[in-house]
């Protein structure tokens, strides 16, 4: 702490994660206050959001000025703004009010005077519409962290993590589940791996379409990788209570009951608006008519 004294310089944690809704990004902040044993307090930020004038602006200072006196006291607090584009748009944006102007300014103000004070308050903000945020935000943010939806190696993780938890639920889990999942990824892993070898870079599903062209060439087969395309980690856990609910009556997941269920909740990527997909998520761009036809009953993110 002498040193830190020394240099004069106030140290802070500013945190900001942007990308897709159901990527982890609230999950990431709660992993960290736990981890560490700080306290947290989650705020909806369209809720500080009020049509009185000068409301807005009581609301946002509020939060912080207490989260700071509680931060003094315990030693540590964790202050986070999930949507916090609600009150940090872009102020040059012609559709926004006075009000959420002066909201913008309240917020960095508050901001700049906790850090001012070496307050011990980490203030994490949270955001799927990040073009949308004002460029003074991202300056007050130390850190910023890009959340994109999960490849096919962490689809896979996520799918078991989800199939384990119905196995603790004492409800019988077909195998097939597990080896399909399997026989499918070692599919992915054999064309990417060879594409690689062959085009001299890495090869990601998301960049373009020549993975899923080398994927089409190899099966036909519709498998749980490829229908989760465009899925985020909540899609997937949606799915997975859909299934739940099917499997309750037969006792039994199968793998039919849990590919159907995912089919069913769909994935976050056809949703999304098109600009969010151009600067956080890099869903596929161009894809060539082959692609097209290759992948025809794939989920399909927005064309760009």
């Known amino acids: 702490m002498e040193q830190l004294r020394d240099t004069k310089l106030t140290p802070n944690l500013t945190v900001l994660l942007y990308g897709p809704p159901g990527t982890g990004k609230t999950s990431l902040t709660r992993g960290f206050a736990k981890k560490y044993d700080i306290p947290i307090c989650i705020v909806e930020s369209d809720r500080l959001v009020s049509p009185l004038l000068g409301d807005t602006i009581k609301n946002i200072r509020g939060v912080v000025e207490l989260s ?12 986070f703004f999930d949507e916090i584009d609600a009150i940090g748009s872009e102020r040059s944006n012609i559709h926004e009010v006075g009000e959420i102007k002066r909201a913008v300014i309240s917020f960095l103000q508050v901001i700049d005077r906790v850090n001012y004070e070496g307050v011990p308050l980490a203030i994490f903000g949270a955001t799927n519409h990040q073009h949308q945020l004002d460029s003074a935000i991202w300056r007050r943010f130390t850190f910023h962290f890009e959340f994109n939806f999960p490849n096919y190696h962490l689809r896979k993780l996520i799918i078991e993590a989800f199939v384990n938890k119905v196995k603790k639920a004492k ?32 090869i990601s599903e998301f960049d373009d379409s ?35 609910l099917k499997a309750i009556s037969s006792e039994r997941l199968t793998y039919e009951i849990f590919y159907s269920s995912m089919r069913l909740v769909g994935g976050t990527a056809i949703h999304v608006e098109r600009q969010d997909v151009l600067s956080s998520s890099k869903i596929i761009a161009n894809r060539t008519k082959a692609s097209e036809k290759g992948r025809k009953n794939l989920p399909r993110p927005p064309e760009i």
Request: charged content about 30%.
């Open 171 to 202: 409800i019988g889990v077909d195998d097939t589940i597990f080896s399909n999942l399997n026989d499918e990824y070692e599919e992915f892993q054999v064309s990417a791996k060879e594409l690689q070898n062959k085009l001299g870079r890495n």
């Open 210 to 244: 020549v993975l899923w062209d080398e994927i089409t060439k190899r099966s036909k087969n519709e498998g749980l990788l490829k229908l989760t395309y465009g899925y985020s980690g909540s899609d997937i856990e949606r799915g997975t209570k859909v299934a739940l």
């Open 68 to 79: 700071a006196e509680i931060a003094k006291e315990r030693g540590a607090f964790v202050l």
